[in-house]
């Protein structure tokens, strides 16, 4: 083999080994189809009365905040009535969706959204996109 097609090999096989985990989702992640619920810059409002929008800002609002990385919600406190703010650090859209029905926020990767939680209690999440993706919302 020449010295050019080696280096050509060796340029698309370094190539490949940054591009194709990029573009691959979780292992864990479910095959289920269900397109998350849309939100808007206005706010859209769920059942409960549970509020929410899309957003570019990274700053967490008064209430609480929460950051997915990784493919993981990990672990979220929120006040009552507070908006707070979603951060999502993958490259992959994900949602946060309450078990129950009361909320389902789409979170575009690599961006924010907004979410209102009326009622204290304890919220067991998961992601419609990534089914693997569980945690809990807890609200004082």
Do not use: W
């Not at 992640?29 to 849309?38: C, E």
């Not at 609480?64 to 951060?87: P, R, V």
Request: charged fraction near 10%; charge should be neutral.
């Amino acid at each position: 083999m020449t010295e050019k097609k080696m280096r050509l090999v060796l340029g698309s096989a370094c190539l490949l080994a940054f591009v194709v985990p990029a573009c691959s989702s979780d292992k864990k992640a479910s095959t289920s189809t269900g397109a998350p619920a849309a939100t808007s810059a206005a706010g859209t409002t769920a059942a409960g009365g549970t509020t929410a929008a899309a957003g570019t800002s990274g700053a967490a609002a008064a209430g609480g905040g929460m950051t997915i990385s990784g493919f993981n919600f990990g672990t979220t406190n929120a006040t009552a009535g507070q908006e707070f703010t979603i951060t999502n650090n993958d490259s992959a859209a994900h949602t946060v969706t309450d078990d129950a029905g009361s909320f389902d926020v789409s979170v575009p990767g690599g961006g924010t959204a907004t979410l209102t939680i009326p009622a204290a209690g304890t919220y067991q999440i998961h992601c419609k996109i990534h089914g693997a993706m569980k945690g809990t919302i807890t609200v004082a």
